[in-house]
């Protein structure tokens, strides 16, 4: 069954951070490009960055690089998300998705990936 599966979001002050986990079946999982997005309310889904997992290379939206960080765990096919001082604009429901696989290049947009998580909430307060 092919799954992801988010956690790791909650409830923090702004400066704070957290990491943002995304579990993986594995035949989803290997030598795939897996990303995480965010989406508020009336508002369109926004990637902010990506991994080969079967490399290690990253990408990230311009509008985040330098406080968020993703990483991969390869013996837990899990992908993370870790968020450095957190501020309200930050605050959307967090999804992960996976592509078909086929390239180690992989951009943070939304149409090139097939495979979505539930979400998991990340809400940032002053």
């Known amino acids: 069954q092919v799954q992801l599966v988010e956690s790791g979001g909650g409830s923090v002050q702004a400066g704070g951070s957290l990491r943002l986990s995304c579990a993986a079946s594995s035949s989803l999982y290997n030598r795939r490009c897996m990303a995480w997005f965010r989406q508020v309310p009336g508002k369109e889904r926004e990637g902010v960055a990506a991994i080969y997992t079967g490399g290690g290379n990253t990408y990230y939206a311009d509008s985040v690089e330098g406080r968020f960080t993703i990483s991969q765990d390869n013996t837990k096919s899990t992908v993370y998300l870790l968020i450095y001082n957190l501020e309200p604009e930050d605050t959307a429901m967090y999804y992960c998705?996976?592509?078909?696989?086929?390239?180690?290049?992989?951009?943070?947009?939304?149409?090139?990936?097939?495979?979505w998580g539930q979400g998991t909430q990340v809400t940032v307060s002053i």
């Open positions: 998705a996976a592509d078909d696989g086929g390239s180690w290049y992989c951009p943070v947009i939304s149409d090139d990936y097939n495979y």
